[in-house]
DNA sequence: TAGAACGTTTAAAACATTCTAAACGTTTTA
DNA sequence: TAAAACGTTTAGAATGTTTTAAACGTTCTA
């Protein structure tokens, strides 16, 4: 943090919830940087400001690039990559619920139907009735998933 | 793990489930192992079954009965606390997520609060518009949190 | 074409979390 | 009352994650 300033504050301040949200520190520090930034800032800029490596600057702006959370743009009379943020937070979370939560649940269902085929037959039924139930309830919580975008939606949109 | 058998793999996949949700494996073995026990497990038995050591159960085992996805049942004939799993588990987190996401997301709320009062007359206008709009996203996904329960219920409930 | 300007990769340092084994304090049993 | 049976605490070992610093390979510039 070359200069103290609210942006650098709110900075760090989204480090904390990156962290919070079992995401690291870094992440949410340079999200929060390129969202509040009116220009694109390159990769150079990132880490100074920051006060981090630009390894470290680089891996991190990577995954959010994955994420869909930060983009590239191409700023004239200069040839780093430059990056602004997607402040359109609400679609980079659903992507992030979409992407990390579903496809876990689905996974989840997968493995409930492997454990519910070695349950066929050999052990007592309790489990059986268990299994089925647990694999009803991963069901239900990806239709809820589902519905997500819709319901975040009718509340502020 | 003593014998090979289903309710042992289970366990053993619900500590991945729980890895995956950045909990510790510990915590999703206990729960696992003890949401399919017919009957109370102690402490000991716990510790013996997942081949983990006593301390470790018995930690996570605090944990999990904060959360209210144990509890300890007195067992005729043992001094020893045995335990048995709160099954409904949409209950469990839906506690989980209130005391988790909404609380960070109340605390997420008042430090946009402290940055719009910072900012407040000093700094060029655009950020105050964009932690306005971050404050209402907050709000709504609160709001979100809130109806979950109702929501999780109109499917299967 | 030599060297500067970049972004990426990598090895290891720094740090955080999880887990074990043993010591410990109670409570119970004999 | 001595010893056994417990659950908890604790120090540190094991492991996992994050971050740095430096080496590296390109691409561009002069």
């Given at each position: 943090?070359t200069?103290p300033s609210i942006?650098?504050?709110?900075?760090r301040?989204?480090?904390?919830?990156?962290?919070?949200?079992s995401?690291?520190?870094?992440?949410?520090q340079?999200y929060?940087l390129?969202?509040t930034?009116?220009?694109?800032i390159?990769?150079?800029?990132?880490?100074?400001?920051?006060?981090?490596?630009?390894?470290n600057?680089?891996?991190?702006l990577?995954?959010?690039?994955?994420?869909?959370a930060v983009?590239?743009v191409s700023?004239?009379?200069?040839?780093r990559?430059?990056?602004e943020?997607?402040?359109?937070i609400?679609?980079?979370?659903?992507?992030?619920?979409?992407?990390?939560?579903?496809?876990r649940?689905e996974?989840?269902e997968r493995?409930l139907d492997?454990?519910?085929?070695?349950s066929?037959?050999s052990?007592?039924?309790?489990?059986r009735k268990?299994?089925?139930?647990?694999?009803s309830?991963?069901?239900?919580?990806?239709?809820v998933m589902?519905?997500l975008?819709k319901?975040?939606?009718?509340?502020?949109g």
């Amino acid at each position: 943090m070359t200069k103290p300033s609210i942006e650098n504050d709110f900075a760090r301040f989204a480090g904390q919830v990156a962290e919070s949200l079992s995401f690291n520190k870094s992440i949410g520090q340079i999200y929060g940087l390129l969202y509040t930034s009116p220009d694109p800032i390159s990769l150079d800029e990132i880490a100074t400001q920051l006060m981090m490596s630009k390894g470290n600057a680089s891996i991190n702006l990577r995954i959010l690039e994955e994420w869909g959370a930060v983009r590239p743009v191409s700023v004239s009379g200069s040839r780093r990559d430059h990056y602004e943020a997607n402040r359109n937070i609400k679609e980079v979370a659903m992507r992030r619920v979409e992407d990390g939560f579903s496809k876990r649940l689905e996974w989840v269902e997968r493995e409930l139907d492997r454990f519910l085929e070695q349950s066929k037959g050999s052990t007592d039924p309790k489990i059986r009735k268990q299994l089925e139930e647990l694999k009803s309830l991963a069901e239900n919580a990806r239709r809820v998933m589902k519905m997500l975008p819709k319901i975040a939606g009718f509340f502020g949109g």
